[in-house]
């Protein structure tokens, strides 16, 4: 079953600030639906990282359309894609460890018996996280938010009435901004801060994701080709920090016969690691610069 992403979004030049945003909630909330129904049925990996997808991009929607949403829905909605943020993190990371590092150890000091018991002890941790997940999906609690959200436009008010294209110019230009105060300086960086200046390049991200349709196509294009490596780099690094925590995690649960084994495996599969993240600094750094040289001006929208 092919992967089911969210579809292009057909904005128009005359909509109101208002049908902008019902467009954008009722896809992004599709897109949820249809990948929460496939993870629900068969514990689709691709399914879980779309719904992850589906409620970020629904949370920076939340605070760019935040002038159309009264306050009690927008902090309630904020609420619930926290929860449901951090419920399904823990799978996420698993499942990263799972087709990253472990996909790519090679080492000769490893046994490749230590590698797929590993394999297999991960696989049975984020069946257990996956177990964790449905029992909420089907509850009350996420029943409750997707009502909100089929709902959401009887919450809009009526300033949503301005022209969506000044609003998608100063939006887009505030999020451009933002990335490049917050963006350039890295090395001095905890993985935690680099993790934060991703959400800021995703934020860049989805905002040309919203209003493509009024840009002009060769401008998303380039933008896209900015923006996305920016944000690769920047996840590989937080994946090996993940991978960091998880091993350390796994590390308690260890049988003491087999624990100098997990130890030499758990080292190569860091060393194998490590130089990837000068890598992935020095990528970042390279897209960084070209985005300085990118940006949308009013003769880009239409």
């Known amino acids: 079953m092919d992967t089911y992403k969210l579809p292009s ?3 128009q030049a005359s909509m109101t600030v208002g ?11 599709q897109h949820l639906r249809v990948n929460r129904h496939r993870f629900c049925e068969s514990y689709d990996g691709a399914a879980l990282m779309q719904m992850r997808i589906a409620m970020r991009r629904l949370r920076v929607a939340i605070g760019v359309f935040k002038g159309v949403l009264d306050e009690t829905t927008r902090k309630y ?3 619930e894609f926290r929860h449901f943020g951090r419920l399904t993190g823990a799978a996420r990371d698993l499942d990263v460890l799972l087709r990253g590092l472990l996909q790519t150890v090679d080492a000769p000091a490893v046994d490749i018996e230590d590698v797929r018991e590993l394999r297999q002890q991960i696989k049975t941790l984020r069946q257990v996280e996956y177990s964790r997940i449905k029992v909420e999906l089907v509850g ?7 009502e909100k959200l ?3 436009s009887i919450d809009m008010q009526e ?3 301005p022209p969506i294209l000044p609003f998608a110019i100063e939006v887009t230009a505030k999020g451009r901004t933002k990335l490049l105060k917050k963006g350039e300086e890295t090395r001095d960086l905890s993985v935690e801060e680099l993790h934060d200046i991703r959400k800021i390049v995703k934020r860049a991200r989805y905002h040309l994701r919203f209003f493509a349709s009024l840009i002009n196509v060769e401008k ?3 933008g896209y080709k900015i923006l996305v490596p920016m944000q690769d780099s920047l996840g590989k690094i937080n994946d090996i920090g993940q991978a960091v925590r998880l091993l350390g995690q ?4 260890v049988p003491a016969g087999q624990f100098e084994h997990f130890l030499n495996l758990s080292a190569a599969i860091l060393k194998q690691a490590a130089p990837q993240v000068s890598e992935e600094l020095a990528s970042y750094a390279i897209s960084y610069q070209l985005y300085k040289d990118y940006s949308l001006s009013a003769e880009d929208f239409s």
């Open 9 to 11: 979004l057909k904005l």
């Open 19 to 29: 049908d902008a945003a019902r467009l954008i909630f009722e896809e992004n909330t």
């Open 77 to 79: 909605l904020k609420q």
């Open 140 to 146: 009350g609690r996420y029943t409750a938010m997707m």
């Open 150 to 152: 089929d709902h959401l």
């Open 159 to 161: 300033q949503g009435a």
């Open 220 to 222: 998303v294009r380039a």
């Open 250 to 253: 796994i590390a308690g649960q």
